[in-house]
């Protein structure tokens, strides 16, 4: 029986993916520190990395590897792209746990909407409402990031946008200094189409990032970045505590809040809180995004912990 799960609608305003740790099937010891990583998503990949070569094989593994995640508390995630989506969903048939959510490659809304129509099957055949898995669009080339809002909206499916910067700089073959330059371009593009769109976006923690991964987070935030794809488990908690907001800033948002319902129900319109700037209604919706985030994070943390406690017999996490 497969748990009951929110649509991908329903988990927008809630979904927290500040590490998704991708990992192939076939890497049994990834899969190991994949398990023990803190990351809030474990993405199955099978359509970009290694396992891609090997993709029949890796769909065989796409069983024993879910079943050394359950219990884990992690998301449970599959890469995935619009020619093999119908038969990487098929492998999963025999896994031993439940997919809340597919990360596809795309290039073209076409291939957005071919997976959906393959989501759509698999959940008509298990008895699932329509539009329970949610979509994460990846886009590796500059075609795609340029048509990255008509791709998203191509499927109501779609929660967040993911750059897999380094296909998209390898792509460009640009020297160090025009690389930087041309990866800030993609994610300022990247954070407007999401923003319009209302869902989220994700950067990518370059391969052997190391100990960049907490600065390059830390700036995502900023810009607006509310996650990172990873492909090292070393770098998962660097980057979720760069994606998290932190107590000052959480403490500093709720006395705007604070003295802003102070100042309405006085029926005045603005107020200098007391952290210096003027608590208007611009600076009070940033001030409820800075907690509500704080929130969710912790409302996953606590999820994520009594599902591991639990072996996966728990209340359902927010992600179902």
Known sequence: MLPAMKTAMAVRDTLVRRSLLAVSPLDVDGLARAAASGADAVVLDVARGAAAHRREEARRALGAASASLVGSGVELLLWTDAPGASADLVAMDMAAGVVSGALVTANSPDDVAAVDAALGAWEASHGVDAGTVNVEVVLASGAAVQSCAEIAAASPRVVALALDEDALLRAAGEHDAARRDLASCYRGALVMAARSLGVQAHGAVATGAGALAAGYAAVGRR???RGALCFDANVVSLVNAGFSPGAPEVEAAGRVLSA????VSEGRGAIAASTGTMADLA????????VARAEAI???SAATSAEGASGGEGSAPPWR
């Open 223 to 225: 810009m607006g970045l």
């Open 260 to 263: 802003m319902a102070a100042a």
């Open 283 to 290: 600076n009070v919706r940033q001030a409820r995004a800075v």
């Open 298 to 300: 912790a409302s996953r």
